[in-house]
């Protein structure tokens, strides 16, 4: 019922910033805990951040704890990802992600968006 669609992915040198955005169709999005993952060529998704549905609440990986920030605009059905001090490691495909169940994992997710970063 959720249509997810990540933009915003490119090309940046280390230390640079990208604002990745995930717009939402379907479902009751304000309701949804919002996420964000990552997966590097040769490695596992790994969780990045999430959002509760009122926006009170974030969790972020500690791999970019204190550089990323995730937000939501309701009105706008749409999560976002602001990324700061972009590293070389942080070069993956972006994948946005809804959790339509509360208690449940994420169960929709995005095609992705790439981020590269260079060194």
């Known amino acids: 019922q959720v249509q997810l669609v990540e933009s915003g992915g490119g090309l940046v040198q280390a230390g640079g910033s990208l604002r990745l955005s995930c717009a939402a169709s379907?479902?009751?999005?304000?309701?949804?805990?919002m996420g964000w993952f990552r997966q590097a060529p040769g490695k596992e998704r790994e969780f990045i951040a999430a959002i509760r549905w009122s926006g009170d609440i974030t969790y972020y990986a500690n791999s970019v704890k204190g550089r990323f920030t995730i937000s939501r605009d309701n009105a706008k059905n749409t999560v976002y990802l602001q990324m700061n001090s972009l590293e070389a490691e942080d070069t993956a495909v972006y994948y946005c992600?809804?959790?339509?169940?509360?208690?449940?994992?994420?169960?929709?997710w995005g095609q992705g968006t790439q981020v590269t970063v260079s060194s």
């Open positions: 379907g479902g009751t999005f304000s309701r949804y805990r």
């Open positions: 992600a809804a959790a339509t169940i509360t208690p449940g994992a994420f169960d929709y």
